[in-house]
C-alpha cells in the first residue's frame, strides 16, 4: 500500500494517435467510396476488350448495314480508354474550388453524382444499342476519379496524427488496387465478362458511391479544414477528440495546426499562378510535379490497360491472360498493404527508391525476354516474372508512397492550388501514356520499356538528390527543410529554436487559378 497523503499522478496526455474507430472508419467510408472508382474503372475495361468491341461493331452494324474496319474500331476503342485519363484531367483542374467551397468530406459527397451517373448510364447503354453511352461514361466517371484522387489524400492527411500520416496516406493507394483487383475478378468471362453480364460489370461503380453517400455524413470533416480555413476552433477541437480519444494531447495539435495557420495568414492563399511564382515552394511543386510524372511515365498503367496484350507478347495463352491478370492484381494488392504497413518505420525515401530501382532492372530484363523469346521459348517465362516482379516494385513504392509526400510537403495555404497542379500532371500523363503506348509498341516492339527503364531511373535520381525523408515531422518542419534549396531565409527564433522560413506576403487569392 502507499504512504498516506501520496496520490497517484494523472495518466499523461500520449502526443502518438491511435487508429481509433472513428479514424478508422472515416478512412474505411472515403477511400472505398473514392479511390476505388479509380482503380476499378482503369481495369474493367482490359480483360472483356473484345466484347465491347464486338458490341460496338454490332451497334455500327444495326445503324448503318456495315461493320467498322479495324482502324475506325481500334480508334473508337482507343477513344474509349483514353477518356477515362481525360475526365481525371478535368477533375484535377476543378476539385480546387470544390475543396475551398464544400470541404474535403463534401467534396467527397458531392462527387459521387460523377460515378452513380454514368453507371446508371453505362448499366442502359445494351439496351439503348449506344455505345456512346460507354464514352461518355468514361469521362464522367474520370471526372469522379480525378476529384477523389486529389480530395481524398487531403482529406485523409489532414485527418491522421503525424505518425499515422503515412499509413492513412497509402490508404488511396491500397483502395484503387483493391478497385483493380475487384474489377480483374468480376471481369473473369465466367462471372461478369461476358455478352450478357457486362452491363453489370460496368454498373458496379456505383455500388461504393452509394455506400459512401450512406456512411460517410456521419464522420468529420478535416480538423485542419476547420480550423485553418473555417476558423471555427472549438469544432475544431471537438472532431480532434473524436478522432484521438480522451487520453490524447490535443492541445498540442491545435498548437500546430495554429502554427500553420499563423504561416497562411504571412503567405495569403496561392493560386496556380502565384504557386509557379513563388520561391519558398519552387522545390516542393518541382518535387510534385516530378513525382507524379514519374508515377505515371515509369509504365503502371500501360501495364494496367493492356495487360492481356502484354501477358500474351511473352507467350501466355490468350484463354488464360485473364487469370494471370487477376493474379497479378493479387500480388498488387498485397505489396500495397505491405507498403502501407513498413511506411512508417523504413520512411518514404527507401521505398520509393527501391521500387522504382526495381522497376528499372524490370523493364531492362523484360525488354530482353521479349527480344529473345523466340529463340529461346523458355524466355517467356521470364518475362512473366518481369511483370510480376514490376508490379511488386511499383506497389511498394511509385504508386503509393506519392499519395503521401505530396500532402506532407505543401502547407494549408498551398496545398490546393498544388493538388490543382499535381492532379493535372498525374491525369495528363496517364492519358499519354494510354494513348500512346500501343503507338510505340507496335513501332518499336520490345525497346518501348526501355523508355519506361530510363524514366524510372530519372525519378529515382531526383528523389535521391532532392526530396528529404518527411517520416515522422510535421508539416512546418518539413517546408523548414526545403528552406535552404530555395534560397529562403531561417530566422532565428529567441532561444535559440528555428523558425518558420521568411516568406513574402501575398494578396488573398480566393480561387485556385
Known sequence: ???????????????????????????????????????????????????????????????????????????????TVSMFPLGGLVGSLIVGPMVNKWGRKGTLLINNVFAITPAILMGVSKVAQAFELIILSRVLVGICAGVSYSALPMYLGELAP?????????????????????????????????????PILLALTGVPALIQLLSLPFFPESPRYTLIEKGDEETARQVLRRLRGSNYDVEAEMEEMREEERKEQAEGRLSVLNLFTFRPLRWQLISIIVLMAGQQLSGINAINYYADVIYTSVGVDPTQSQYVTVGSGVINLVMTIVSAVVV????????????????????????????????????????????????????????????????????????????????????????????????????????SFLIFAALCLLTAVYIFVIIPETKGKTFVEINCAFAKRNGVELPEEKGGATAEPHTPSLPDQQTSF
Open 162 to 198: 503525424k505518425n499515422l500520416r503515412g499509413t492513412l496516406g497509402t490508404m488511396t493507394e491500397v483502395f484503387v488496387i483493391i478497385g483493380v483487383l475487384l474489377a480483374q475478378i468480376f471481369s473473369l468471362q465466367a462471372i461478369l465478362g461476358n455478352t450478357t453480364g457486362w
Open 1 to 79: 500500500m502507499g504512504n498516506k497523503g501520496t496520490e497517484t499522478p494523472l495518466p499523461k496526455p500520449h502526443t502518438k494517435g491511435r487508429l481509433r474507430p472513428t479514424l478508422i472508419l472515416s478512412t474505411l467510408s472515403a477511400s472505398f467510396g473514392s479511390a476505388f472508382q479509380y482503380g476499378y474503372n482503369i481495369s474493367v475495361i482490359n480483360t472483356p476488350h473484345k466484347i465491347f468491341k464486338s458490341f460496338y461493331n454490332e451497334t455500327h452494324f444495326e445503324r448503318y448495314g456495315t461493320y467498322m474496319d479495324e482502324t475506325s474500331l481500334l480508334l473508337l476503342w482507343s477513344c
Open 344 to 447: 512508417e518505420r523504413l520512411g518514404r525515401r527507401i521505398l520509393l527508391l527501391s521500387g522504382y530501382g526495381i522497376c528499372g532492372l524490370a523493364c531492362v530484363v523484360l525488354t530482353v525476354a521479349l527480344l529473345l523469346q523466340s529463340t529461346v521459348p523458355e524466355l517467356s517465362y521470364l518475362g512473366i516474372v518481369c511483370v510480376f516482379a514490376y508490379i511488386v516494385g511499383h506497389s511498394i513504392g511509385p504508386s503509393p508512397v506519392p499519395s503521401v509526400v505530396r500532402t506532407e510537403i505543401i502547407l494549408q495555404s498551398s496545398r490546393t492550388a498544388a493538388f490543382t497542379v499535381d492532379g493535372a500532371v498525374h491525369w495528363f500523363t496517364n492519358f499519354i501514356v494510354g494513348l500512346a503506348f500501343p503507338s510505340i509498341q507496335a513501332a518499336i516492339g520490345a525497346y
